[in-house]
């Protein structure tokens, strides 16, 4: 399929070492983060999430810091694997109900043996 | 247990015809957004519907609709193309909020 980030920044990091990718957001009023992993030719995929009563969520590998002073994400990946090469987008959104997801630009992460 | 379903998953259309995209959500889930996400960008919200409802839409034209069954399945229509519709649509199913995408359409104007 057809890569999603043909044009987007390119984070390449060796095989092992950890990652970071970093993300702005723009709604003060935003309260609920997602951080997606989408491969080509695939859809978003859920890593994990945040609440804005929290600045840092862990799950296997990944780790997210959520800043809301500065509206600022950032997404840690531990011990980076070439499995993980794909785009990833963060999304913001407003919780209570059913509300739309605003997504980042995306940065595509590059895996290197 | 089957994930957000899409139809078809490519699709080549003229400038002037007119589309329409399929979503099945996951069982049980009764909210269904549409995003569009042209290449080497973000997805951008076009519609989010509730019980057959619309619950939201993003700043797209006229051209676009959509319509939620009492199966919760979902279409998307587009009509009179341009070129600049080309793109990946995407459908996302949600139950207390969170939102799991699926695979996408992939269209295609000429």
């Known amino acids: 399929g057809e890569s999603v980030g043909l044009h987007l920044p390119t984070l390449s990091v060796q095989e092992g070492d950890n990652s970071i990718i970093n993300c702005a957001y723009s709604?003060?009023?935003?309260?609920?983060f997602i951080w997606y992993k989408q491969e080509s030719g695939k859809g978003p995929q859920f890593i994990i999430d945040i609440r804005s009563n929290m600045d840092k969520r862990q799950g296997q590998r990944v780790t997210v810091l959520l800043n809301k002073t500065v509206k600022h994400l950032s997404l840690q990946i531990a011990a980076t694997q070439p499995g993980d090469s794909a785009v990833y987008f963060c999304a913001e959104t407003t919780s209570g109900g059913y509300n739309k997801l605003i997504f980042g630009a995306g940065t595509r992460l590059a895996v290197h043996p | 247990d089957a994930g957000v379903t899409q139809s078809p998953t490519h699709l080549i259309k003229t400038r002037g015809q007119h589309v329409t995209l399929r979503c099945s959500p996951i069982?049980?889930?009764?909210?269904v957004s549409w995003y569009q996400q042209v290449l080497g960008q973000g997805p951008q919200f076009i519609f989010q519907?509730?019980?057959?409802?619309?619950?939201g839409r993003g700043n797209f034209p006229d051209r676009f609709s959509a319509r939620q069954f009492p199966n919760y399945s979902s279409e998307l229509n587009v009509n009179a193309l341009l070129l600049g519709d080309s793109a990946l649509y995407l459908c996302?199913?949600?139950?207390?909020?969170?939102?799991?995408f699926g695979s996408g359409t992939r269209l295609t104007v000429v």
């Open positions: 069982s049980g889930h009764k909210s």
């Open positions: 519907y509730y019980e057959k409802e619309e619950r």
């Open positions: 996302a199913s949600s139950l207390t909020g969170g939102y799991t």
């Open positions: 709604n003060s009023a935003s309260d609920y």
